[in-house]
């Protein structure tokens, strides 16, 4: 019951709130150029730990 109206009230919202296509194209850049920033920043050293003792553990169990 709840998750319906839940539902029907963002169905609303999305009818009310038009972007103006100049602004999404904005924020669309905004965000690609976000997600490339994450794309090239470094791996965190513990998961590149994490990764080689993965494969070890993968290598060994396929020598069984």
Do not use: C
């Not at 998750?3 to 972007?19: D, W």
């Not at 690609?32 to 794309?39: A, G, M, N, T």
């Amino acid at each position: 019951m709840i998750r319906k109206h839940v539902k029907a009230e963002v169905e609303n919202l999305e009818e009310e709130i038009q972007i103006d296509e100049h602004i999404q194209r904005r924020i669309g850049t905004k965000l690609r150029s976000f997600y490339d920033e994450l794309l090239n920043e470094p791996i965190p050293e513990k998961f590149v730990e994490l990764l080689v003792k993965l494969e070890e553990k993968e290598r060994k169990e396929g020598q069984s």
